[in-house]
């Protein structure tokens, strides 16, 4: 652990606990993610030509929907998690020679930030293109999730590129 910080989820037995938050101010909080899913060239050709019926719908499309609703959800995922109310959550997909970059932004004005729910967003999202697009590869990689940056609450973050 790093010299002088104390993890925030823990109580002075090491015993979880959820954040206290009541003596927070409310304010304006966003947090971008990102998670990167390669899936190589012949099924990203298939993808971008609109060539990849699956009965669940479009991929690109049905990976956006499933990673807000994602989001939605992020407190029944994760133990920890506040349950907020969210409002706002956009995600948007693009290509890169053989790999697909999702990209989250998730924002609420709230005494808590919403870091969990933009990286469940993009998570859940990567997840739903492996499970349209396995039938065909099993050789499919999901990385790089990572939070991008963060607005509000005590600090802001910045991912330096």
């Known amino acids: 652990m790093m010299k002088g910080k104390k ?36 099924i990203l050709s298939l993808i971008k030509h609109n060539e990849l019926n699956t009965k669940k719908g479009p991929v690109f499309q049905t990976a956006i929907l499933a990673g807000v609703m994602g989001a939605k959800k992020t407190s029944d995922l994760i133990p920890l998690a506040h349950p907020i109310g969210l409002e706002d959550c956009k995600i948007s997909i693009t290509t890169r020679k053989d790999s697909i970059v999702i990209e989250s932004l998730a924002s609420i004005s709230s005494k808590t930030g919403v870091e969990m729910e933009a990286l469940t967003a993009v998570s859940i999202a990567a997840l739903t293109i492996y499970d349209m697009c396995k039938a065909l590869s099993h050789n499919i990689t999901i990385s790089e999730i990572k939070l991008l940056e963060k607005t509000g609450g005590k600090k802001d973050f910045k991912r330096k590129p």
């Open 7 to 42: 993890l925030t989820h823990t109580d002075e037995s090491g015993n979880p606990q959820m954040v206290d938050v009541s003596a927070k101010a409310i304010t304006k909080r966003t947090a971008r993610a990102q998670a990167s899913v390669k899936v190589g060239a012949d």
